[in-house]
């Protein structure tokens, strides 16, 4: 096997045991198991199980910023509608957490308690997920699709914080009850509880 399959290897019997078990009640021994490989095979690509955790985070993390950035050349931004726009960035968002349900209960469901450094990887990701938010706000300030008055702070956390409890519920929490659900039926509904508030009458009906 290739060093960077059996590492590709250690990193997914990892994220299966964090999203089964939990981050503490997961140990080294657990995924040499899992992996079916020598101790010393994990030490030679990570330093301890936080570096296992870490590195899963940030890989996470950086594909989230990818997709967002491919999934935008995807759009024609002279002719796309707010209300289109705004389902567009809500659906890229659930389909990422929707195409990894461990990862999505990992990042979603265990941040709290966790070593300063995995807690700050966890939080680096919410918080750049508002600030895209606020980003897109203010810009539909610009352009007179969004009232000039409105609280970015308090909109983003909102329907950020609406987008990530989403997530969760139906990939992780309920993903075998509503497996029937697509994400283009979820993403409509965020859209349409939260367009009425955000855009100028007539614009996102």
Request: hydrophobic residues 40%; contains cysteine.
């Amino acid at each position: 096997m290739k060093a960077e399959d059996r590492k590709a290897l250690i990193l997914e019997c990892a994220k299966q045991l964090f999203s089964e078990h939990g981050y503490h009640k997961t140990q080294i021994s657990d995924i040499i198991n899992r992996a079916k490989i020598a101790r010393g095979t994990v030490y030679q690509y990570f330093k301890n199980k936080d570096d296992i955790f870490i590195t899963l985070l940030e890989n996470y993390f950086d594909k989230w910023q990818k997709i967002l950035v491919r999934r935008d050349y995807e759009l024609d931004f002279s002719v796309i509608s707010p209300v289109d726009f705004l389902r567009h960035r809500i659906r890229t968002t659930l389909q990422f957490f929707a195409e990894d349900h461990e990862l999505c209960n990992i990042v979603l469901r265990m941040g709290v308690g966790l070593h300063e450094s995995i807690e700050t990887m966890i939080n680096r990701l919410e918080r750049d997920i508002l600030t895209i938010v606020k980003n897109e706000i203010r810009f539909g300030q610009k352009t007179h699709n969004v009232d000039e008055n409105m609280d970015t702070d308090l909109v983003a956390s909102v329907l950020g914080g609406a987008v990530l409890k989403t997530a969760h519920f139906y990939f992780v929490q309920e993903r075998d009850r509503f497996k029937d659900k697509s994400v283009d039926e979820i993403a409509e509904g965020i859209t349409r509880i939260f367009a009425p508030g955000l855009f100028s009458k007539g614009t996102w009906s």
